[in-house]
């Protein structure tokens, strides 16, 4: 089954009850037994409903998996993998990555014995270099967030099962329509499914996806026992957003593509981040794990100040002021006050995270008129 016909018949059938073709918002928090222990597979709504059944029977078809497990968000996602790890685990993660992601590895689960060490996952041996018997994990974004930067899945897990380490990949920013990580040899991905499965800024759901059946069972024991489980409702909508993912980020993509290329050619900005530009890092990577080179961007001006910044940022109309990604509309965002705030400046320098950085969540409105947005905020 090829992924546009998944995406809208993977786990999906009709109610049995009424032939509803749309899986119906089972809004119950209990189901009747007909004795004690006997009922019909589902007992009580935090451990199991139907309508998040369906939804995590599509996403483990969507991600080449065999379980997905769903959460209330991204980063309680997140978090059930953490409690996978055991005081004095270390875990090695990409030094540029989501600041909600940072501040739960060093803010959370630091003081519980669990060290996270940041490096360029690109340096191989910097990377090898921090691994020691008490790593368990190697957290991956790719592309990363917010200087799209990209890393080699595969070489990283053939580096891990060498060394019995699992690796989680943080799927969010591509989507399992541009790239499929267990295929490359990923244990675990994981998607805030707020932004691209979800498509339309109106729900907030989270879901980590794996192969591996003692992984499944451990994510489902957590997910029931600590308890940050999401409503059918936001289920539903994750479900009606999924059915248009592929049209929708093709679009994306191909908005991207033709934005990056205006802004490099710009007078006012000084360099573009995106992962589709033959000069870029990590194109030859993309281009082999990627289907597309995505819907974000990422760009410097040179006149490297907040406020310059700000002035852009304050006088679009099309691209909204606002944080998260991967909705039908266009967000443009300020990394250092706004997503990466939780992230020391000194660190955020580091990896190139300037304060005048600017990200772009290109949408699938027409292209003319967001390049006209932007080359007026720039004016």
Request: charged residues 20%; contains cysteine; hydrophobic residues 40%.
């Amino acid at each position: 089954m090829k992924f546009g016909t998944k995406v809208i018949h993977a786990g999906i059938e009709p109610d049995p009850g009424t032939g509803a073709v749309m899986t119906p918002i089972y809004q119950t928090s209990t189901y009747a037994q007909e004795s004690p222990g006997v009922h019909k597979g589902f007992e009580y709504a935090r451990t199991q409903n139907p309508t998040r059944a369906v939804l995590e029977k599509n996403l483990a078809a969507l991600e080449e998996g065999t379980a997905a497990i769903c959460f209330g968000s991204g980063l309680a996602a997140m978090d059930s993998i953490f409690k996978l790890l055991k005081p004095e685990d270390e875990v090695i993660s990409t030094n540029d990555l989501y600041g909600g992601a940072y501040r739960l590895m060093t803010k959370i689960y630091e003081p519980f014995g669990i060290k996270s060490h940041f490096v360029d996952l690109n340096d191989l041996e910097a990377m090898e270099a921090k691994m020691n018997d008490r790593t368990k994990l190697i957290w991956i974004e790719t592309p990363t967030n917010p200087m799209l930067k990209i890393v080699d899945i595969e070489k990283i897990c053939s580096i891990a099962k060498r060394n019995n380490v699992l690796v989680c990949v943080d799927n969010t920013f591509a989507s399992p329509y541009l790239q499929t990580p267990l295929t490359l040899g990923a244990d675990l991905v994981l998607h805030s499914a707020t932004k691209y499965l979800g498509g339309h800024s109106d729900v907030v759901h989270g879901a980590v996806i794996t192969n591996s059946q003692e992984l499944a069972d451990q994510l489902y024991f957590i997910q029931n026992a600590a308890g940050g489980v999401p409503g059918p409702q936001d289920c539903f909508l994750i479900l009606r957003g999924i059915k248009t993912l592929h049209l929708r980020v093709e679009r994306s993509c191909e908005n991207a593509q033709k934005i990056a290329t205006f802004l490099k050619g710009h007078a006012k900005v000084s360099k573009v981040y995106y992962p589709g530009f033959e000069d870029h890092p990590g194109h030859e990577i993309a281009k082999k794990q990627m289907k597309h080179f995505g819907g974000m961007v990422s760009f410097d001006l040179h006149e490297d100040t907040f406020e310059s910044a700000k002035k852009v940022l304050s006088n679009t109309h099309l691209f909204t002021l606002a944080e998260s990604l991967g909705g039908v509309e266009s967000l443009i965002g300020h990394p250092a006050s706004m997503t990466h705030a939780s992230i020391p400046r000194e660190k955020r320098l580091e990896v190139g995270l300037t304060d005048s950085l600017i990200r772009l969540s290109v949408g699938v409105e027409d292209v003319e008129d967001l390049i006209a947005d932007l080359d007026k905020a720039l004016g």
